[in-house]
């Protein structure tokens, strides 16, 4: 799978939009691009998905740039219990491997009043 | 739909002593995930099943370690004995056929061994 880079840490004023960037300049063509979030004392909690068309749903968007090597997940609008550490996840599809995400150090996300 | 259900949400125990910890996935979901997650090691998979047979078992750390999964709506994550060592919080996880990697997690238990 490939490797991906995240910032350690960012903060975000609450109400304004969160922009959390990752780099993934190895991902192959069948990989994916999974992003996860973890608030304090709470297992992680799937947020979207996507192979090469961005994609919107209830949570956030997904922005993947053109060539695929980097993507940047949206919250529109943060609150404060959108603080929590964020994973980008590459994972390629088929059953092989599955449950084996890589969750990395992710970024700390810190929505400030 | 609750979600997946995991107790106890905390354990406290002695070295030695066996553990038990529970998990009821989300009603539907053919696969079943039990991951460790430590500050040194972050999250890692410790066994899976897809429709109650473990598949991949490579995660469990020894053979203290043992995982069933009873029928669809019930799994198990025991260690006998225990140890410090093995302190961590333990999270179950479910997914749908063809739901990619797409997990649900449940809320975890607080393990610690004394």
């Known amino acids: 799978d490939a490797k991906t880079t995240q910032p350690p840490s960012m903060d975000c004023a609450e109400g304004r939009a969160a922009n959390l960037p990752c780099n993934h300049s190895t991902i192959s063509g069948n990989e994916y691009v999974y992003w996860y979030r973890q608030i304090h004392s709470q297992g992680p909690q799937y947020i979207i998905h996507?192979?090469?068309n961005n994609e919107t749903n209830e949570m956030a968007s997904l922005i993947i740039t053109e060539d695929r090597k980097s993507s940047t997940l949206i919250l529109p609008h943060a609150t404060l219990r959108d603080t929590a550490v964020y994973y980008c996840?590459?994972?390629?599809?088929?059953?092989?491997?599955?449950?084996?995400?890589?969750f990395g150090q992710g970024t700390t996300l810190q929505v400030k009043p | 739909d609750a979600g997946v259900i995991q107790s106890p949400r905390h354990e406290v125990t002695e070295m030695g002593q066996e553990v038990t910890l529970r998990c009821k996935p989300i009603s539907g979901h053919d696969y079943l995930f039990w991951y460790r997650q430590t500050m040194m090691r972050g999250l890692e998979l410790l066994i899976y099943?897809?429709?109650?047979?473990?598949?991949?078992d490579s995660g469990m750390p020894e053979d203290r370690f043992s995982a069933k999964m009873p029928n669809a709506s019930f799994s198990t994550l025991k260690i006998q004995p225990s140890e410090p060592r093995d302190s961590a919080v333990y999270f179950c996880?479910?997914?749908?056929?063809?739901?990619?990697?797409?997990?649900?997690f449940g809320s975890g238990t607080q393990l610690s061994v004394l």
């Open positions: 996880a479910s997914r749908r056929r063809g739901g990619g990697e797409k997990l649900f």
């Open positions: 996840i590459v994972r390629g599809s088929g059953s092989g491997n599955t449950g084996k995400l890589i």
């Open positions: 996507g192979l090469k």
């Open positions: 099943f897809n429709n109650n047979v473990p598949i991949d």
